[in-house]
């Protein structure tokens, strides 16, 4: 197993820059997942890790070794694409042992190998069935013991899932993580949606333009997002944004919008006059009659044990998650008030977060 | 406006029975989600209405008249696909008012234009008609391909799965926005998807399709809190019920029940286990950012149940739950109610 760390890699594609001068470290048995959409360079990044492209500069360390320059296949990196590609002449013990035998092992070292593999993935009863025989879930589960089988230093996935519908998808999410706490394999994953995301990583790497955005846990990338980028990009409904203009001071614990005083944690460092926004995410939303910032409700959606509230505010439409058991009537007037330690504030102008004291985060 | 009625409507493709003995009504002025994997029916269904497909038996009335024979034209339906085909040349206002402008129509030009720029208004497209469909973002597309099918006033909407080609964030804007559009103009609206959240948000009735037949239809409300079976119990809610044998936890079970069925809010963490008390072996804690999903492992199965993230549990670490008021099963999955 590996630890694998890029520093300062850069890659121009002419005049096109898909990865901007980044660092990160992916500590050993961690499960890493870069997010980002379509285009923000994760996979351009996953490519240089794989040796499938070279980067225009800084390098690849694999637990400390410069792997910068060296071939795709002299890494021992498995590379997983989407989790389809099985050869379907052969049945599932033939498909596992199939890179084993590429590498020239002794007929019996590779079914014992294929065999302990199988039982990892909890397919050994299927072993000398066909490809065609098996249902989706195990076909997934055959690609995926190819990969493993090799017992290489890291697993770079690929946006794996990306075919499949969502429920069969959460299904592979939670398979994906538990076979991860039993091997313990370096794995770097790729993916745009963010609840795989949040589902599977130990840490994230939130990607945007070919900059790393922010770096950390899911837990503290919800709840201290970096910048209005990654508190869009993150959540479902996302972070609500209540723009305004005004001007915080160092140490104060309020803001004042349209009129309205609202508490804030402790803002550690100040703006000048300018545009803010105050970040609230949908769960830490509360209704208050005695609220002095009203609006009127534009609709509300029912999720069984939650519904999801939208309130036309003097600052834009703002989602609210709630119970489903609060009444809440169409085109009513509502004051809506907010968990303060869970606030975020940010300079609406550059997107980033501004500093707040904060102790602990209340949750839910 | 109309109400449809489909009576004993069963249609079979070969060997497969694509839809049995289906009965549904869709009142007027109602928004009803067919609801069910891929398989279920629930296209075949949408098709049948629309006149796409003949029944092999049964009748379909739109408006109180009976539609089985009459062709697709001559049922004054409106469909919108899951693919969104555009005439890519034309422009937004060309491809809005293509639906107005057939010969067999003969609607006045002004007419059109007053149609086509109310429906772009409430679709909020209004600045891009003069673009051409080609330079639309995809979420603009499908507004013109759901703003063709408004400007023509039907009897009824059909839509099938209509924002499955979105993204997730373009989904949730324009599932309230249909859903606003379908009130406003107290349209008649019949809707396929496999997709729950859309079923639940939206719908007004949900119909749960289940190999070609309807399980259950009702509210959201109704079909989450009262599922006639654990088939429709495990379609709506996320996470999804958990599905235990009633003898996996201390639980009093009416008679004939062989499964429990326990959504997050059935179960409760038990401060001070006693004896009797069911205990679960902590597997992994899932921080999902607005809840946090606790994998419970209990007599050799897997529950999830929803804690506080910030919870110092570890793996293996026991805990004492107890289940409020859960659903329970009979051995063919129907509900069994009452002690």
Request: hydrophobic content about 40%; overall charge neutral.
């Amino acid at each position: 197993m590996a630890e694998i760390r890029i520093e300062d890699l850069h890659k121009a594609f002419g005049d096109f820059t898909a990865v901007k001068r980044s660092n990160l470290t992916v500590g050993n048995g961690e499960f890493f997942v870069m997010l980002g959409p379509s285009g923000c360079g994760k996979t351009t990044t996953l490519r240089m890790i794989a040796g499938l492209e070279l980067p225009t500069s800084g390098r690849i360390l694999l637990d400390g070794e410069d792997v910068t320059f060296r071939r795709a296949r002299e890494r021992d990196i498995a590379f997983v694409f989407q989790l389809f590609a099985l050869y379907p002449h052969m049945n599932v013990r033939q498909n596992i042992a199939f890179p084993l035998k590429c590498q020239g092992m002794a007929a019996a070292d590779q079914r014992r190998r294929a065999e302990e593999t199988a039982r990892l993935l909890r397919i050994d009863h299927l072993l000398n069935q066909p490809i065609s025989r098996l249902s989706g879930g195990d076909r997934q589960r055959v690609a995926l013991g190819r990969a493993i089988v090799r017992e290489p230093k890291a697993f770079l996935m690929d946006e794996p899932l990306g075919a499949l519908d969502a429920e069969f998808r959460h299904i592979m999410c939670q398979e994906l993580r538990a076979l991860h706490d039993r091997v313990h394999a370096t794995t770097v994953y790729v993916t745009h949606d963010q609840l795989e995301a949040m589902a599977m990583a130990d840490k994230i790497a939130v990607m945007n333009q070919g900059i790393v955005e922010q770096f950390g846990s899911p837990q503290e990338i919800y709840d201290r997002p970096a910048s209005m980028f990654v508190a869009d990009f993150i959540g479902s409904p996302p972070m609500n944004f209540l723009r305004f203009t005004g001007a915080v001071a160092p140490g104060s614990t309020s803001v004042r919008l349209n009129g309205c005083t609202l508490p804030v944690p402790t803002i550690a460092d100040g703006r000048s006059e300018g545009e803010l926004a105050l970040g609230v995410r949908p769960e830490h939303i509360l209704f208050e009659d005695g609220s002095g910032l009203r609006g009127r409700v534009f609709g509300s959606e029912y999720l069984g044990t939650t519904q999801i509230v939208t309130v036309e505010t003097n600052h834009g439409r703002v989602k609210a998650r709630v119970p489903s058991d609060v009444a809440v009537r169409t085109g009513e007037t509502v004051g809506i008030a907010f968990r303060t330690p869970s606030l975020s504030l940010f300079d609406a102008t550059s997107g980033q977060a501004l500093r707040l004291q904060r102790t602990a985060v209340g949750h839910g | 406006m109309a109400e449809i009625r489909a009576q004993a409507v069963s249609k079979s493709f070969g060997p497969i029975a694509a839809v049995r003995d289906l009965d549904l009504t869709v009142e007027d002025g109602s928004f009803v989600v067919l609801l069910g994997p891929t398989g279920a029916g629930k296209t075949t269904t949408l098709r049948l209405i629309a006149g796409l497909e003949k029944p092999d038996r049964g009748t379909v009335a739109i408006g109180g008249r009976d539609a089985t024979a009459l062709p697709p034209a001559a049922r004054d339906v409106a469909f919108v696909f899951q693919q969104y085909s555009l005439y890519p040349h034309w422009s937004v206002f060309d491809n809005l008012a293509f639906p107005l402008r057939s010969p067999a129509r003969r609607v006045p030009e002004d007419v059109i234009k007053r149609r086509v720029q109310e429906v772009a208004e409430l679709l909020h497209i209004a600045p891009k008609l003069q673009n051409k469909a080609t330079r639309l973002s995809g979420g603009e597309m499908q507004r013109v391909a759901i703003g063709r099918a408004l400007v023509r006033e039907p009897s009824v909407y059909l839509m099938d799965e209509p924002l499955s080609s979105l993204d997730a964030k373009l989904r949730a804007e324009l599932r309230l926005e249909l859903k606003r559009i379908q009130q406003d103009l107290g349209a008649t609206m019949l809707y396929v998807t496999h997709d729950q959240v859309e079923a639940m948000t939206m719908a007004t009735h949900i119909g749960v399709l289940n190999e070609g037949g309807l399980v259950q239809f009702g509210t959201p409300r109704q079909i989450y809190e009262n599922p006639v079976d654990s088939y429709v119990a495990t379609r709506l809610g996320i996470p999804r019920i958990n599905l235990l044998p009633v003898e996996a936890v201390h639980v009093q079970a009416p008679r004939g029940a062989v499964l429990v069925g326990a959504r997050t809010e059935h179960i409760k963490l038990v401060e001070r286990p006693v004896n009797g008390t069911t205990v679960g072996l902590v597997q992994r804690l899932e921080h999902l950012g607005d809840q946090s999903h606790l994998h419970l492992r209990v007599a050799d199965r897997q529950i999830v149940m929803l804690v506080d993230g910030h919870s110092p549990l570890k793996q293996g670490d026991p805990l004492g739950i107890e289940l409020v008021q859960p659903l329970f099963f009979d051995a063919d999955g129907r509900r069994v109610t009452g002690v």
